[in-house]
């Protein structure tokens, strides 16, 4: 009976991590596939270069998304190479999706769009590691 309640217990927090981590990344991407799939609305933009601050947020949400995941994964793997996994995954991410664009009617693939998806991997990914995953790890280490 021992064995079966590991088990169990196993495969609960096994689903708890897909659920909590790993969902939310791929509610992410398909959202941008499906926001990608339909053609550009045209409108007076809000202000000038929305469309890269757009961009910009929506690919550092995806890379520190990703990297939640991953650390919630895998937590004993450096912070280094999780924070390079997760921008090279949003960026590869961002280079399929402006692909993707090219073949949508009235859109088209742009090297600034893809610029702005990979800055804001890097920034996200960064800040959120940086200041959320290292500084909460330091305050763990702090002797009392």
């Avoid at 650390?71 to 991410?93: D, G, N, V, W």
Wanted: proline share 5%; charged share 20%; net charge positive.
């Amino acid at each position: 009976m021992l064995k079966k309640e590991l088990w169990m217990k196993k495969s609960f927090n096994k689903l708890n991590l897909i659920y909590l981590y790993r969902l939310p990344v791929i509610v992410l991407c398909l959202f941008i596939f499906w926001q990608s799939s339909y053609p550009g609305i045209i409108s007076e933009p809000l202000f000038p270069f929305d469309d890269k601050v757009f961009h910009f947020a929506v690919y550092a949400l995806l890379a520190i998304l990703t990297a939640r995941d991953l650390i919630a994964e895998k937590p004993f793997q450096p912070l280094t190479r999780i924070k390079i996994i997760a921008i090279f995954f949003a960026c590869l991410f961002g280079l399929s999706d402006e692909i993707h664009q090219a073949f949508v009617a009235s859109r088209d693939a742009s090297a600034g769009d893809f610029l702005a998806d990979c800055a804001g991997s890097i920034l996200g990914c960064h800040i959120y590691i940086e200041f959320f995953i290292r500084k909460n790890k330091r305050q763990v280490r702090k002797p009392l």
